[in-house]
């Protein structure tokens, strides 16, 4: 791994920002090996050099990988001024640069994965590499009787929209007051979609939640709202996407 300035190594790890650092710097708050170093513009090998601060060390990680059960009213996003967000729930980061890969809404519960491999997101959104994403809903309304061939299809939503070609499993089909229950897979991750797919059928989504993205499948161990760093086998496959 290539070198770093050390300003830039404790700003990634969420310590301050470049000021903060220069600071903390002149004033011997930062070891380097065990010696104060002031000089935050100081190039340092993070693989073989210990930084602490105030004497708790530092450890430099380059990516981070999470699962996460997103909950209902939470939204998908780094910030936010009215709601909490996906990011804040990820307790245990050790970046201060993680994002969700794609979004659910704020009413959508389910699987979410929390990165900053940018790379790893481009290859998981891109319609061009099939990425796989499956969702289980319920449904209110009268599902049409050729629901599954006109997902496969491909529908044309109300705004004039195209679909790629969608999966639909109809586990249980609903009647009366009873909403039927479904998994539904697509490829691509438009606005609103899955609702919109359905509102084109003449129905409504009034549960949605996502149980996979490519090889990545949610733990049935976390709650909502809960997490867990992914595996090396679950990186690696996820890796293997689009290559």
């Not at 897979?185 to 084109?200: D, L, P, S, Y």
Request: hydrophobic content about 35%; some cysteine; charged content about 35%.
């Amino acid at each position: 791994m290539k070198e770093l300035r050390l300003d830039k190594y404790l700003t990634e790890m969420g310590e301050g920002t470049r000021s903060q650092i220069k600071e903390m710097a002149r004033k011997g708050r930062i070891l380097v090996d065990g010696i104060p170093e002031k000089r935050a513009e100081r190039k340092i090998d993070p693989e073989q050099q210990q930084v602490s601060v105030d004497g708790r060390p530092v450890s430099y990680v380059r990516y981070e990988y999470y699962m996460l059960n997103k909950p209902q009213g939470v939204v998908s996003a780094t910030e936010d001024s009215r709601y909490e967000t996906v990011i804040s729930l990820i307790e245990e980061r050790k970046r201060d640069d993680l994002f969700p890969v794609g979004r659910l809404d704020i009413d959508t519960e389910g699987l979410l994965l929390i990165t900053n491999d940018g790379d790893l997101a481009h290859r998981l959104l891109s319609p061009k590499k099939h990425v796989d994403k499956v969702y289980f809903a319920r449904v209110e309304g009268v599902l049409p009787h050729d629901a599954e061939e006109r997902m496969e299809e491909g529908l044309v939503l109300s705004d004039g929209t195209p679909t790629m070609p969608a999966r639909l499993e109809v586990r249980k089909r609903g009647k009366d007051e009873v909403p039927s229950e479904i998994c539904l897979t697509i490829r691509e991750g438009k606005f609103h979609q899955v609702k919109r797919m359905f509102e084109t059928l003449g129905c409504r989504v009034i549960y949605l939640k996502r149980m996979s993205m490519g090889s990545l499948i949610l733990d049935e161990a976390l709650k909502p709202g809960e997490y867990r760093p992914l595996s090396e086998d679950e990186i690696l496959k996820l890796k293997s996407h689009g290559k």
